[in-house]
C-alpha cells in the first residue's frame, strides 16, 4: 500500500509539463489539433500485487463484480462474479431496500482453460422485472464472505428522458488506466458506453493471460459492480494464440462478459442492441464477418428498422475500430465497414458513432463519403447533416501507450484531435439536446477538454424530414 501510494506520488509531480496551445487550421472554422503535451506516465500495468487489484477478504469471497443490462429496454441486469475456492451458489439476493433482500434470482456457473490456467468459477445472473427508476441492493456469495453493492435502474424508456453515458475505451490496467477510471467515476455518468479492448491481457504468455484477466476484473470492479457497462468486443479480446494451443477467438471475453444479445435476436453475444431512457444503443462487432449477408449484416438490417425515433431520439453506435480518423496508427482499418454499412448510417440518421483502437482522441463533423465507388463517385468525404459524428475515445490508458502521431494536415472531417488519456460524457437532456464533453485526465484532476451541443438527427430537424424518416425510405 505505501509502495503504490509513493509510486503515484512521483507520477503527479512529473505531470505539471503541460503546454496547451490550440492551433485553429482552415479558414475561420474551428477544426483543432490540440498539442497539449504530457509527460506519459510509464506504460506499464500496475503490479499484481497492488491494491488496485485486491482480493476481497473471506472464503471464496465473490470477486469481479460486473453488472450489464440484461434486456433490451432496462428493467433486467446480469450480474456477473468470480469465485476462486468452489463454486458456491450462484444466487442473487435483492431488493429495494438495504436490510431487506426480498428477492432470490439464480444464475449459472462456468469454469474455462486457457493454456495451462484454470479460471475461476464463473457466476452469471439474470435479476429481471425490476422497476424503473428505482435503486436496488444486491447481496452475493455466502456469510462472512458475502458482499452487498446497489445499481440504480434507468428511467423508462421515454423520448425525453434525460440519461448521462460514460465512454470509455482501450482501458487496460496501468496507472494511467486507474486515472481515467477514478476520473470517469466523478463524472456523474450513469451507464459506461465500452467501444472495446478491455485487459490487455493478451500482452501476456500462458498462464499469465488468464491471471490478468482476473486483475482487470478486480480493477474495474470499482464502477461495475455499482452501474451497468455495455460492452462491445475489441482486437485484444480475439486471443488467437495458436503457439499455446488456444485458437477460439473471445474465448476469454466470452466466458467473462455477458450481454443480453438474445433480447434484440442477435444470435451472437458480440453484437446486439439495447435501449436505455431515451437512447437506442446498438453494439457492432469489428472483429466478426459484416459484409453483405452474414449474420451481422442481416442482424443489423432488423435492428435498424426496430428503432424508433419517436421513443428513443438519441441513436448510438458503438464499434472498436473507427471508420473516421486521421491518426497515423491503424489509418484506414475501419474502411471495409465503412464501405459496407456507412450509406445506411445515414439514411437512418445515426446520432454518434462511438469506437476506440486508436489510442487518442479525435471527433469529426458530420461528413459522408457515401458518393465514392469503385467506378465513379466523389472521393473525398463531403459534409453531410444526415451523417453520424463520429468519436474516437481510445484513450484510457493501456499499457500501449499513446498514438501521439496524425495526419498534417487535418483533415477537413476532423473536428478535435487530442493525444491525451481521457474519457467521454454524453448528458441527454432530452430530445434534441445533449451535452458531450471529453475529459482529458489532467493532474488529477478531470479536465473538460472538447465539448459540444448536439442536436438530435431526427427531432432537431424538420418535419417533412422526420416523416420520411418514419416512413423507413432507407434502401436496405
Ligand atoms: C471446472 O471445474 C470443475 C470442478 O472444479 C473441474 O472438475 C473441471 O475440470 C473444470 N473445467 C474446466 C474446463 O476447467
Ligand atoms: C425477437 O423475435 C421475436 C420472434 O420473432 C419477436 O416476438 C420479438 O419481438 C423480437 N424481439 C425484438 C426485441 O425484436
Ligand atoms: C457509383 O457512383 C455513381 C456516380 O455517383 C452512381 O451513379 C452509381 O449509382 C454508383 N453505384 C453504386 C453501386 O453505388
Ligand atoms: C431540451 O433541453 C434544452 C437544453 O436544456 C432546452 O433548451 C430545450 O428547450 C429542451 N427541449 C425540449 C423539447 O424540452
Ligand atoms: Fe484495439
Not at 451472437?268 to 439495447?274: K, S
Not at 473525398?380 to 499513446?402: C, F, H, R, W
Request: aromatic residues 16%; neutral net charge; glycine residues 8%.
Amino acid at each position: 500500500m505505501l509502495v503504490s501510494f509513493g509510486v503515484r506520488l512521483i507520477l503527479y509531480q512529473h505531470l505539471h509539463i503541460v503546454l496547451i496551445i490550440l492551433s485553429f487550421v482552415g479558414h475561420g472554422d474551428a477544426r483543432v489539433t490540440s498539442t497539449f503535451v504530457r509527460s506519459e506516465w510509464p506504460s506499464t500495468d500496475i503490479p499484481l500485487e497492488n491494491e488496485a487489484f485486491a482480493i476481497p477478504k473471506g472464503h471464496n469471497a465473490p470477486q469481479q463484480v460486473h453488472i450489464t443490462q440484461g434486456d433490451y429496454d432496462g428493467k433486467a441486469v446480469i450480474i456477473s462474479w468470480v469465485t476462486t475456492a468452489e463454486p458456491g451458489p450462484s444466487k442473487v439476493q435483492y431488493g429495494a431496500s438495504k436490510d431487506n433482500s426480498e428477492f432470490t434470482a439464480e444464475g449459472t456457473v462456468t469454469n474455462y482453460t486457457f493454456y495451462n490456467y484454470k479460471s475461476g468459477y464463473i457466476h452469471h445472473c439474470l435479476v429481471d422485472g425490476l422497476e424503473y427508476n428505482t435503486k436496488y441492493y444486491y447481496k452475493i456469495g455466502v456469510g462472512d464472505s458475502s458482499r452487498e453493492f446497489w445499481f440504480q435502474t434507468p428511467p423508462k424508456i421515454d423520448p425525453d428522458a434525460s440519461y448521462t453515458f460514460g465512454v470509455i475505451g482501450d482501458l487496460g490496467q496501468t496507472f494511467n488506466s486507474l486515472s481515467t477510471l477514478e476520473h470517469y467515476m466523478q463524472s456523474g455518468g450513469q451507464t459506461v458506453l465500452y467501444v472495446g479492448d478491455l485487459s490487455y491481457a493478451d500482452r501476456y504468455t500462458y498462464n499469465d493471460v488468464g491471471i490478468r484477466w482476473d486483475s482487470w476484473g478486480r480493477f474495474i470492479e470499482r464502477s461495475t459492480a455499482y452501474q451497468p457497462w455495455i460492452w462491445s468486443a475489441g482486437n485484444h479480446e480475439i486471443e488467437y494464440m495458436p503457439n499455446m494451443g488456444e485458437v477460439l477467438p473471445f474465448k476469454s471475453y466470452l466466458q467473462r462478459f455477458s450481454t443480453p444479445h438474445t433480447a434484440s435476436n442477435s444470435s451472437n453475444p458480440l453484437w446486439y442492441a439495447v435501449r436505455r431512457a431515451s437512447a437506442h444503443i446498438i453494439v457492432l462487432s469489428s472483429y466478426s464477418p459484416f459484409v453483405k449477408y452474414t449474420p451481422q449484416w442481416m442482424w443489423l438490417r432488423e435492428e435498424l428498422k426496430k428503432v424508433d425515433r419517436e421513443k428513443t431520439p438519441w441513436l448510438i453506435i458503438l464499434m472498436h475500430m473507427p471508420i473516421y480518423s486521421s491518426n497515423l496508427a491503424h489509418y484506414m482499418e475501419g474502411e471495409s465497414m465503412r464501405a459496407v454499412f456507412e450509406s445506411w448510417f445515414v439514411c437512418f440518421k445515426v446520432d454518434l458513432i462511438f469506437a476506440g483502437h486508436v489510442h487518442a482522441y479525435e471527433r469529426s463533423y458530420r461528413i459522408s463519403n457515401i458518393h465514392y465507388n469503385v467506378s465513379s463517385g466523389d472521393r473525398y468525404p463531403v459534409p453531410d447533416k444526415s451523417a453520424p459524428v463520429y468519436i474516437t475515445v481510445g484513450d484510457g490508458g493501456n499499457q500501449e501507450g499513446l498514438a501521439g502521431r496524425f495526419w498534417d494536415p487535418q483533415p477537413d472531417y476532423s473536428a478535435f484531435r487530442e493525444a491525451s488519456y481521457g474519457h467521454s460524457t454524453l448528458e441527454i437532456r432530452n430530445r434534441t439536446h445533449a451535452f458531450y464533453h471529453w475529459n482529458r485526465n489532467d493532474d488529477g484532476k478531470k479536465v473538460k477538454t472538447d465539448s459540444v451541443v448536439f442536436y438530435n438527427q431526427y427531432w432537431a430537424s424538420n418535419l417533412h424530414r422526420r416523416r420520411g424518416l418514419q416512413k423507413s425510405h432507407c434502401k436496405l
